[in-house]
């Protein structure tokens, strides 16, 4: 039996040095830096801390390359993705757009309101990568100067030169790992200049629904929406990775990406063209059809990810026998493992603004009610077609019911003047006859439900309104933009 000596001096040895302790953090923690990878990957340049939870990480992700390929973790925010002018709607099985719509509506809490419609344009950035880096970026760097500071006390109280080692070779494979070109590749699956209106929501039953009017310079949201996998050929054809183009006499030619990003800069006198963009101009311009080597039916540039990450995989074993032999100063290369944790758990929930996703959001209407109808009227008034379209999400059981207040005959009637705005021989749905006090003529919505509930001078600022009880846009206002056939409203918010 061991006496209480012995013990007290096996707890005294293990928290002045816990060597044992050290080596079980280091494999916890892969789900917390897959999804600080997914939040941060894509531009030029990633900070991201050395940490535990990589090797255990590493090991981790051997059956999803080995499987469907996947580097980007499944979407963890289950939304749909609606076309509003084609009413087709899919399943999104992107990460990306799911935390999208998961960090605007954060920001736009309800209390107890029935509906939120939230829209924005979609605008040309300015300047800079499509994926904008953010603020993690700095805060990557501050946290691994720090990491790097710790690691160098023990060698120069000690000259133990085995924590500064550990950090520098951890740090170097998790830039590497950041830098693998096929983060960027899965976040960019999709066309670019995209005119499509777009709404994303969780769906019938949800109080947000954020519509991207693309109008040209948006990322096609309904191809990200499919999520296509990186075992196919079509993602990689921007890449550069084992790509070959052939012409329209069937001969195959050699494309420089970098000379074409700078002759199409130069060309275009816009240095803030990516090279997904620039790539795009380029193929299209010279009738180019890209073709992607293959090897055993699976592209060569998702071979070079697989590659790679056995190679990684390789110097994080190395890394965790180091950390096994520590004998000595393991306190350092916890505290540096906590600060590394800290970080990628904080860059893994927080909330990111649009553009370190692709989009350069301009923020148009934010129409709110109490009543899901109204709002969605508000939209189809401001933004023709849009509401008509969401009204399938929302009441997918249709209108025609007893209950039926002649919403029914207003969404006609507002159809009949659309067609006719728009030039368009198309027969209405049916004709609209006679319609008492309690009917949703148009009169009854100008005056009592449209019209009294949002701010000409700020329809972005968000009220609380209850049907025909606010203040707001004018009768005048909004028949003047029914006569011009446009339904809208401050389109210069």
């Not at 980007?72 to 799911?98: F, H, Q």
């Amino acid at each position: 039996m061991a006496s209480n000596s012995t013990t007290a001096s096996v707890f005294a040895a293990q928290w002045k040095n816990p060597t044992g302790f050290l080596s079980l953090l280091v494999i916890i923690g892969g789900p917390v830096i897959q999804t600080a990878l997914a939040q941060v990957t894509g531009p030029p340049f990633v900070s991201i801390c050395f940490s535990f939870g990589w090797v255990s990480y590493a090991f981790s992700m051997i059956p999803a390359l080995v499987g469907d390929g996947r580097l980007m973790p499944s979407a963890d925010y289950v939304c749909k993705v609606i076309n509003l002018e084609t009413g087709y709607a899919r399943t999104n099985k992107s990460w990306v757009l799911g935390r999208l719509l998961r960090d605007i509506e954060a920001t736009k809490p309800l209390s107890n309101e029935a509906l939120r419609v939230v829209v924005y344009r979609a605008v040309k950035r300015a300047n800079g990568d499509i994926l904008d880096p953010g603020w993690t970026s700095w805060c990557g760097l501050i946290a691994i100067s720090l990491q790097l500071g710790i690691a160098v006390i023990p060698l120069a109280l000690y000259t133990d030169w085995g924590i500064i080692m550990i950090t520098a070779l951890g740090t170097g494979i998790c830039f590497a790992t950041a830098a693998l070109p096929q983060w960027r590749v899965e976040k960019l699956t999709c066309r670019l200049k995209s005119e499509k209106n777009i709404a994303i929501t969780v769906g019938n039953g949800s109080r947000h629904v954020l519509v991207i009017l693309g109008q040209g310079d948006g990322l096609d949201i309904e191809d990200m929406a499919a999520g296509e996998g990186p075992r196919h050929a079509r993602p990689w054809f921007r890449s550069g990775w084992f790509v070959r183009f052939v012409n329209e006499d069937k001969n195959s030619i050699i494309v420089s990406r970098k000379n074409v990003l700078r002759d199409h800069r130069r060309a275009k006198s816009d240095s803030s063209l990516s090279i997904e963009e620039a790539m795009d101009a380029y193929i299209y311009d010279n009738g180019l059809t890209p073709r992607v080597k293959m090897w055993g039916g699976i592209p060569l540039p998702f071979w070079a990810t697989r590659l790679f990450w056995m190679i990684f995989i390789l110097f994080w074993s190395v890394l965790l026998l180091s950390v096994v032999a520590l004998q000595a100063n393991a306190w350092y290369l916890v505290a540096i493992g906590t600060i590394g944790m800290i970080q990628n758990a904080l860059v893994a929930a927080t909330g990111r603004a649009p553009e370190t996703r692709g989009f350069r959001l301009v923020p148009k209407l934010d129409l709110i009610g109490e009543k899901v109808m109204d709002v969605l009227m508000d939209l189809d008034e401001l933004e023709p077609g849009c509401g008509r379209t969401l009204l399938k999400e929302f009441f997918p059981g249709g209108l025609d019911v007893p209950k039926d207040r002649g919403e029914q005959d207003w969404w006609d009637e507002k159809k009949k003047r659309d067609v006719e705005a728009n030039n368009n021989d198309e027969v209405p749905i049916k004709e609209v006859g006679e319609k008492d006090k309690n009917r949703y003529n148009e009169t009854r919505y100008t005056e009592q439900n449209h019209s009294k509930r949002y701010s000409a001078e700020g329809v972005i600022e968000p009220t609380k309104p209850t049907r025909g009880k606010k203040n707001g846009i004018t009768p005048a206002a909004v028949n003047q933009g029914n006569k011009a056939g446009q339904g809208r409203v401050n389109d210069s918010v």
